[in-house]
Protein backbone atom coordinates (compact mmCIF):
# COMPACT_ATOMS: atom_id res chain seq x y z
CA UNK A 1 0.00 0.00 0.00
CA UNK A 2 1.41 3.40 -0.57
CA UNK A 3 1.92 6.07 1.85
CA UNK A 4 3.38 9.49 2.39
CA UNK A 5 5.29 10.51 5.46
CA UNK A 6 3.42 13.54 7.38
CA UNK A 7 6.76 15.13 7.24
CA UNK A 8 6.64 15.43 3.55
CA UNK A 9 3.41 16.43 3.68
CA UNK A 10 4.17 19.58 6.27
CA UNK A 11 6.84 20.38 4.30
CA UNK A 12 5.02 20.11 0.88
CA UNK A 13 2.28 22.33 2.13
CA UNK A 14 4.34 24.84 3.92
CA UNK A 15 2.68 23.95 7.28
CA UNK A 16 3.39 25.14 10.74
CA UNK A 17 3.91 22.54 13.36
CA UNK A 18 2.55 23.59 17.02
CA UNK A 19 3.30 20.45 18.82
CA UNK A 20 7.20 20.42 17.97
CA UNK A 21 7.34 17.85 20.91
CA UNK A 22 5.55 14.80 19.03
CA UNK A 23 7.57 12.80 16.90
CA UNK A 24 6.23 12.84 13.75
CA UNK A 25 8.75 10.97 11.66
CA UNK A 26 6.98 7.63 11.54
CA UNK A 27 3.52 8.90 10.97
CA UNK A 28 2.32 8.11 7.56
CA UNK A 29 -0.76 9.18 5.32
CA UNK A 30 -2.72 6.24 3.66
CA UNK A 31 -5.12 8.05 1.87
CA UNK A 32 -5.86 11.51 -0.09
CA UNK A 33 -9.63 12.01 1.63
CA UNK A 34 -9.44 14.28 4.20
CA UNK A 35 -12.24 15.10 6.77
CA UNK A 36 -13.87 17.87 8.51
CA UNK A 37 -14.66 16.94 11.91
CA UNK A 38 -17.78 18.72 12.51
CA UNK A 39 -19.96 16.12 13.54
CA UNK A 40 -17.01 14.17 15.59
CA UNK A 41 -17.09 17.59 17.61
CA UNK A 42 -20.64 17.03 18.44
CA UNK A 43 -19.74 13.70 19.85
CA UNK A 44 -21.36 12.28 16.76
CA UNK A 45 -18.88 9.35 15.73
CA UNK A 46 -20.70 6.76 13.72
CA UNK A 47 -18.86 6.04 10.76
CA UNK A 48 -16.14 8.17 11.52
CA UNK A 49 -13.13 7.84 9.44
CA UNK A 50 -9.91 7.92 11.65
CA UNK A 51 -7.00 7.21 9.05
CA UNK A 52 -7.79 10.39 7.61
CA UNK A 53 -6.09 13.90 7.90
CA UNK A 54 -8.43 16.15 10.25
CA UNK A 55 -8.85 19.54 9.09
CA UNK A 56 -10.35 22.44 11.35
CA UNK A 57 -11.78 25.37 9.39
CA UNK A 58 -13.80 29.08 10.67
CA UNK A 59 -17.17 26.69 10.91
CA UNK A 60 -15.74 24.13 13.45
CA UNK A 61 -13.90 25.92 15.14
CA UNK A 62 -16.68 28.60 15.65
CA UNK A 63 -18.28 26.18 17.17
CA UNK A 64 -15.71 24.87 19.66
CA UNK A 65 -15.68 27.92 20.39
CA UNK A 66 -19.02 27.77 21.44
CA UNK A 67 -19.12 24.30 23.47
CA UNK A 68 -18.86 24.37 27.60
CA UNK A 69 -15.59 22.89 28.85
CA UNK A 70 -17.51 19.70 29.85
CA UNK A 71 -18.49 19.58 26.19
CA UNK A 72 -14.73 20.01 24.70
CA UNK A 73 -12.78 17.68 27.25
CA UNK A 74 -15.50 14.48 26.56
CA UNK A 75 -15.22 15.24 22.56
CA UNK A 76 -11.70 16.23 21.82
CA UNK A 77 -10.98 13.40 24.11
CA UNK A 78 -12.82 11.10 21.64
CA UNK A 79 -11.84 12.71 18.73
CA UNK A 80 -7.63 12.86 19.23
CA UNK A 81 -7.58 9.05 20.86
CA UNK A 82 -9.19 7.55 17.45
CA UNK A 83 -5.93 7.46 15.85
CA UNK A 84 -6.08 10.25 13.77
CA UNK A 85 -2.44 10.90 11.85
CA UNK A 86 -3.03 14.61 12.85
CA UNK A 87 -4.97 17.79 12.85
CA UNK A 88 -4.31 21.15 10.70
CA UNK A 89 -6.39 24.54 11.32
CA UNK A 90 -6.40 26.85 8.75
CA UNK A 91 -6.53 30.55 8.58
CA UNK A 92 -4.12 30.47 11.33
CA UNK A 93 -6.75 29.77 13.56
CA UNK A 94 -4.96 28.78 17.39
CA UNK A 95 -6.40 25.44 19.24
CA UNK A 96 -7.07 26.07 22.81
CA UNK A 97 -5.11 24.75 25.74
CA UNK A 98 -7.55 22.15 26.14
CA UNK A 99 -7.31 20.41 22.22
CA UNK A 100 -3.53 20.71 22.66
CA UNK A 101 -3.53 19.49 26.12
CA UNK A 102 -5.32 15.77 24.45
CA UNK A 103 -3.04 16.08 21.46
CA UNK A 104 -0.36 15.82 23.30
CA UNK A 105 -1.74 12.93 25.86
CA UNK A 106 -2.45 10.55 22.57
CA UNK A 107 0.32 12.06 20.58
CA UNK A 108 -1.52 13.71 17.68
CA UNK A 109 0.23 16.46 15.88
CA UNK A 110 -1.55 19.72 15.32
CA UNK A 111 -0.50 22.04 12.63
CA UNK A 112 -1.70 25.27 11.36
CA UNK A 113 -1.85 26.61 7.69
CA UNK A 114 -2.56 30.67 6.57
CA UNK A 115 -4.61 29.14 4.19
CA UNK A 116 -8.46 29.28 3.60
CA UNK A 117 -9.97 26.21 4.26
CA UNK A 118 -11.52 25.45 0.58
CA UNK A 119 -8.07 26.13 -0.95
CA UNK A 120 -5.85 24.29 1.19
CA UNK A 121 -7.95 21.19 0.97
CA UNK A 122 -8.36 21.02 -2.58
CA UNK A 123 -4.36 21.37 -3.18
CA UNK A 124 -3.89 18.55 -0.40
CA UNK A 125 -6.05 16.55 -1.99
CA UNK A 126 -4.56 17.23 -5.16
CA UNK A 127 -1.06 16.72 -4.48
CA UNK A 128 -2.35 13.11 -2.06
CA UNK A 129 -4.37 12.03 -4.97
CA UNK A 130 -1.18 11.99 -7.37
CA UNK A 131 1.04 11.07 -4.35
CA UNK A 132 -0.56 8.12 -2.92
CA UNK A 133 -2.25 7.14 -7.19
CA UNK A 134 -1.76 2.88 -7.68
CA UNK A 135 1.73 3.06 -9.68
CA UNK A 136 3.58 0.84 -11.86
CA UNK A 137 7.28 1.16 -13.79
CA UNK A 138 7.76 0.73 -17.56
CA UNK A 139 10.37 0.71 -19.75
CA UNK A 140 10.00 3.65 -22.28
CA UNK A 141 10.53 7.47 -23.16
CA UNK A 142 8.44 10.00 -22.09
CA UNK A 143 8.16 13.34 -23.62
CA UNK A 144 5.68 16.76 -23.43
CA UNK A 145 5.33 17.41 -27.48
CA UNK A 146 3.45 20.55 -27.82
CA UNK A 147 1.36 19.44 -24.27
CA UNK A 148 0.74 16.26 -25.42
CA UNK A 149 2.49 13.65 -23.19
CA UNK A 150 3.75 11.59 -25.51
CA UNK A 151 5.02 7.88 -24.12
CA UNK A 152 7.88 6.41 -26.56
CA UNK A 153 7.95 2.62 -26.04
CA UNK A 154 9.83 -0.65 -27.88
CA UNK A 155 12.12 -3.10 -27.66
CA UNK A 156 15.94 -2.30 -25.99
CA UNK A 157 18.15 0.34 -28.59
CA UNK A 158 15.18 0.53 -31.44
CA UNK A 159 16.17 4.30 -31.16
CA UNK A 160 14.18 5.70 -28.66
CA UNK A 161 16.16 7.53 -26.64
CA UNK A 162 17.47 9.14 -29.91
CA UNK A 163 14.01 10.52 -30.81
CA UNK A 164 13.87 11.75 -27.52
CA UNK A 165 16.79 13.78 -27.73
CA UNK A 166 15.89 15.07 -31.02
CA UNK A 167 12.65 16.05 -29.73
CA UNK A 168 14.16 18.43 -26.80
CA UNK A 169 16.81 19.88 -29.69
CA UNK A 170 13.58 20.87 -31.63
CA UNK A 171 12.11 22.80 -28.11
CA UNK A 172 9.56 19.62 -26.53
CA UNK A 173 10.22 18.62 -23.06
CA UNK A 174 12.18 15.54 -21.27
CA UNK A 175 10.15 13.70 -18.53
CA UNK A 176 11.89 10.27 -18.10
CA UNK A 177 14.09 8.17 -20.25
CA UNK A 178 14.35 4.73 -19.73
CA UNK A 179 12.13 4.05 -16.74
CA UNK A 180 9.00 5.77 -16.73
CA UNK A 181 6.77 5.96 -13.47
CA UNK A 182 3.00 5.79 -14.49
CA UNK A 183 0.01 7.01 -11.60
CA UNK A 184 -3.34 6.21 -11.79
CA UNK A 185 -4.92 9.47 -10.15
CA UNK A 186 -8.39 8.85 -11.81
CA UNK A 187 -10.42 7.17 -14.91
CA UNK A 188 -9.48 9.10 -17.06
CA UNK A 189 -6.11 10.23 -16.22
CA UNK A 190 -2.48 8.44 -15.97
CA UNK A 191 0.55 10.93 -14.91
CA UNK A 192 4.33 9.78 -15.68
CA UNK A 193 7.64 10.71 -13.76
CA UNK A 194 10.68 9.62 -13.63
CA UNK A 195 12.28 7.85 -10.64
CA UNK A 196 14.49 10.32 -9.18
CA UNK A 197 17.57 8.45 -9.47
CA UNK A 198 17.46 8.92 -12.96
CA UNK A 199 15.66 12.06 -13.47
CA UNK A 200 16.85 14.70 -16.40
CA UNK A 201 19.17 11.81 -17.50
CA UNK A 202 19.33 10.57 -21.00
CA UNK A 203 21.04 7.29 -21.98
CA UNK A 204 22.76 7.22 -25.87
CA UNK A 205 24.35 4.14 -26.91
CA UNK A 206 28.23 4.89 -27.91
CA UNK A 207 28.03 8.18 -26.09
CA UNK A 208 26.84 7.20 -22.40
CA UNK A 209 24.72 9.39 -19.61
CA UNK A 210 23.50 13.05 -20.65
CA UNK A 211 22.46 15.49 -18.10
CA UNK A 212 19.68 16.88 -20.64
CA UNK A 213 18.88 20.04 -17.88
CA UNK A 214 22.38 21.03 -17.69
CA UNK A 215 22.88 20.83 -21.68
CA UNK A 216 19.89 22.30 -22.83
CA UNK A 217 18.54 23.97 -19.97
CA UNK A 218 15.55 23.82 -17.28
CA UNK A 219 13.13 24.56 -19.89
CA UNK A 220 13.99 21.40 -21.75
CA UNK A 221 12.93 19.30 -18.62
CA UNK A 222 9.50 18.69 -16.51
CA UNK A 223 8.93 16.70 -13.50
CA UNK A 224 5.28 15.15 -14.39
CA UNK A 225 3.04 14.86 -17.49
CA UNK A 226 -0.26 13.45 -18.47
CA UNK A 227 0.13 10.42 -20.81
CA UNK A 228 -2.25 11.17 -23.75
CA UNK A 229 -0.53 9.38 -26.62
CA UNK A 230 1.56 5.78 -26.93
CA UNK A 231 3.69 5.38 -30.05
CA UNK A 232 5.08 1.83 -30.46
CA UNK A 233 8.38 1.43 -32.28
CA UNK A 234 9.14 -1.92 -34.18
CA UNK A 235 11.24 -3.03 -36.35
CA UNK A 236 9.57 -2.61 -40.07
CA UNK A 237 7.90 -6.03 -41.40
CA UNK A 238 6.83 -6.22 -44.75
CA UNK A 239 4.88 -9.26 -44.39
CA UNK A 240 3.13 -7.07 -41.67
CA UNK A 241 -0.18 -5.17 -42.65
CA UNK A 242 0.06 -1.46 -40.69
CA UNK A 243 -2.52 1.11 -40.65
CA UNK A 244 -2.49 3.74 -42.85
CA UNK A 245 -5.37 5.46 -42.53
CA UNK A 246 -5.96 5.80 -38.99
CA UNK A 247 -9.78 5.65 -39.33
CA UNK A 248 -9.90 3.03 -36.25
CA UNK A 249 -8.11 3.92 -32.79
CA UNK A 250 -5.80 1.51 -31.42
CA UNK A 251 -5.76 1.74 -27.90
CA UNK A 252 -3.33 -0.05 -25.13
CA UNK A 253 -3.99 -0.03 -21.15
CA UNK A 254 -2.17 1.01 -18.32
CA UNK A 255 -3.72 0.13 -14.81
CA UNK A 256 -7.10 -0.17 -16.41
CA UNK A 257 -7.09 2.82 -18.14
CA UNK A 258 -6.77 2.58 -22.04
CA UNK A 259 -4.59 5.47 -23.86
CA UNK A 260 -4.44 5.97 -27.96
CA UNK A 261 -1.55 3.84 -29.49
CA UNK A 262 0.13 3.94 -32.44
CA UNK A 263 2.36 1.22 -33.61
CA UNK A 264 5.42 3.34 -36.22
CA UNK A 265 7.57 0.57 -38.03
CA UNK A 266 11.07 1.35 -38.02
CA UNK A 267 13.37 2.11 -41.43
CA UNK A 268 16.78 3.52 -42.04
CA UNK A 269 15.64 7.13 -43.03
CA UNK A 270 12.92 8.02 -40.73
CA UNK A 271 12.68 10.67 -38.61
CA UNK A 272 11.07 9.85 -35.63
CA UNK A 273 10.85 13.32 -34.03
CA UNK A 274 8.79 14.47 -36.62
CA UNK A 275 6.88 11.48 -36.48
CA UNK A 276 6.49 11.63 -32.80
CA UNK A 277 5.27 15.60 -33.74
CA UNK A 278 2.79 14.70 -36.52
CA UNK A 279 1.40 12.65 -34.19
CA UNK A 280 1.30 14.90 -30.92
CA UNK A 281 -0.68 17.58 -33.25
CA UNK A 282 -2.83 14.92 -34.70
CA UNK A 283 -4.16 13.57 -31.41
CA UNK A 284 -4.71 17.37 -30.49
CA UNK A 285 -6.78 17.98 -33.58
CA UNK A 286 -8.89 14.89 -32.87
CA UNK A 287 -9.17 16.22 -29.43
CA UNK A 288 -10.63 19.28 -30.46
CA UNK A 289 -13.32 17.45 -33.01
CA UNK A 290 -11.15 17.32 -36.38
CA UNK A 291 -10.27 13.77 -37.74
CA UNK A 292 -7.96 14.14 -40.86
CA UNK A 293 -8.25 10.71 -41.70
CA UNK A 294 -12.23 11.39 -41.53
CA UNK A 295 -12.24 13.81 -43.69
CA UNK A 296 -10.11 12.16 -45.98
CA UNK A 297 -12.65 9.36 -45.98
CA UNK A 298 -15.91 11.94 -46.68
CA UNK A 299 -14.07 13.72 -49.39
CA UNK A 300 -14.09 10.34 -51.34
CA UNK A 301 -17.31 8.88 -50.64
CA UNK A 302 -18.63 12.63 -51.68
CA UNK A 303 -16.84 12.11 -54.90
CA UNK A 304 -17.80 8.88 -55.52
CA UNK A 305 -21.60 9.62 -55.31
CA UNK A 306 -21.41 12.53 -57.68
CA UNK A 307 -19.87 10.47 -59.79
CA UNK A 308 -22.97 7.76 -59.27
CA UNK A 309 -25.41 11.29 -60.07
CA UNK A 310 -23.23 12.13 -63.16
CA UNK A 311 -23.50 8.59 -64.83
CA UNK A 312 -27.17 8.72 -63.73
CA UNK A 313 -28.01 11.42 -65.09
CA UNK A 314 -26.16 10.28 -68.64
CA UNK A 315 -27.58 7.35 -68.70
Not at 121 to 129: F, K, S
Not at 134 to 143: N, Y
Not at 204 to 219: E, P, Q, T, Y
Not at 257 to 283: D, F, K, Q, T
Request: one cysteine or more; glycine letters at 6%; a negative charge.
Amino acid sequence: MSSVLLSSVIEKMKLENLTPDIDISKIKILQPDVNRPAMPLTGYFEHFEATRIQIVGFVEYSYMQSMTEEQRSENYEKLLSSGVPCVIFCRELQPGDTFTKYAEKYRVPLLMTRKSTSTFMAELIRWLNVRLAPCISIHGVLVDVYGEGVLITGESGIGKSEAALELIKRGHRLVSDDVVEIRKVSEETLIGSAPDITKHFIELRGIGIIDVKALFGVSSVRDTQNIDLVIQLEEWDKEKEYDRLGLEEEYTEYLGNRVVCHRIPIRPGRNLAVICESAAVNHRQKKMGYNAAQELYNRVQNSLKRKHDDDDDEG
